[in-house]
């Protein structure tokens, strides 16, 4: 059975946090991983992706300069380093994997197979 367990939300002002996603029941070297997040009323949205060596990184411009994602793949998990919040990066953030093959477009939501449940971040102001 595939789980993904997202950790380390939590309501701050401004700063940073780190979120965890840690993995099981995949292979975790064979996933990209996203980060989403969905605001009250919003449709859910890209953050951040990692391919499946580390290599290959990319941000929402939103984010970009702000946030730093990457993996530890001898832990199945993924981290996303979020420095400068901002109250708009409040959401409930959720990991994401989907199997390495056919070129997918990473940005997409409807693109991944397995979620997480979501961690909530606050960020007041």
């Known amino acids: 059975q595939v789980q993904l367990v997202e950790s380390g939300g939590g309501l701050v002002t401004g700063g940073s946090l780190r979120l965890s996603c840690i993995t099981s029941?995949?292979?975790?070297?064979?996933?990209?991983m996203g980060w989403f997040r969905q605001a009250p009323g919003k449709e859910r949205e890209f953050v951040a992706g990692?391919?499946?060596?580390?290599?290959?990184?990319y941000y929402a411009d939103s984010v970009k300069g702000r946030f730093t994602i990457f993996r530890d793949n001898v832990r199945s998990t993924v981290i996303l380093q979020m420095n400068s919040l901002k109250p708009e990066d409040t959401a409930v953030y959720y990991c994401?994997?989907?199997?390495?093959?056919?070129?997918?477009?990473?940005?997409?939501?409807?693109?991944?197979?397995?979620w997480g449940q979501g961690t909530q971040v606050t960020v007041s102001s």
């Open positions: 994401a994997a989907k199997r390495v093959g056919v070129p997918f477009d990473r940005q997409s939501s409807y693109e991944y197979d397995y």
């Open positions: 029941g995949l292979t975790f070297s064979d996933q990209v």
């Open positions: 990692i391919g499946w060596s580390g290599a290959s990184v």
